[in-house]
């Protein structure tokens, strides 16, 4: 089976984040988390209650249920953190393991001055694995950093991207993980 390039749709989402497609939503004013569950998808996660959701954006032949994008923080703001979700269908044999290293073979051809920092195991979870990296994206100031969740469940992969501005990933890093910790695949 054939899996789609995490670095494609992620470049993908990137761009798309300056730009209104699909149904946009407002979560509630305020830094406060809040429940979000999609409609079709049926996955649910946490985020920040100020931050603008747009759902079902298409790029290509990728489907990209739900983006998420802090608010603007001035003039000079030219990157707005922001998450993502994903989904693909895969083969159940594959595993969580299995599409890790997928798409950490597919992402260096992907993605420009990728780097990878790190891979690990999401805590408490059989299902789900992170890996944390650099890139750059034409437009934007200074490296990328992200973390990617990924979750595998029976024939259907998610995942779940946080990215920020490298000098200012470790700020965001915490709230990343809380997002991460609560994302439940359908």
Known sequence: MRYRSLGKVL?????????LWGAVKT?????????????????SLSVPGNWEIREDMKYELFNIPMLALRPLEGENDDFRENINVVDEKISPSLGVEGYLKANLKNLPSQLK????????????????K?????HRLDGITGKLKVIS????????????????NEKSFDHYLGLFMKIGMSFKPA
Not at 11 to 19: D, F, H, R
Not at 27 to 43: D, I, L, Q, R
Not at 113 to 128: C, F, H, I, P, Q
Request: glycine fraction near 6%.
């Open 11 to 19: 470049s993908a989402v990137l761009l798309a984040s300056g730009i």
């Open 113 to 128: 001055s990728y780097e990878l920092v790190k891979t690990g195991d999401l805590k408490a979870r059989s299902n789900a």
């Open 149 to 164: 969740f990924l979750f595998t469940r029976k024939e259907k992969a998610f995942v779940l991207t946080c990215t920020a």
């Open 130 to 134: 992170y890996m944390i990296y650099t």
């Open 27 to 43: 979560a509630n004013a305020g830094s406060k988390m809040v429940s979000y569950k999609h409609k079709t998808e049926g996955f």
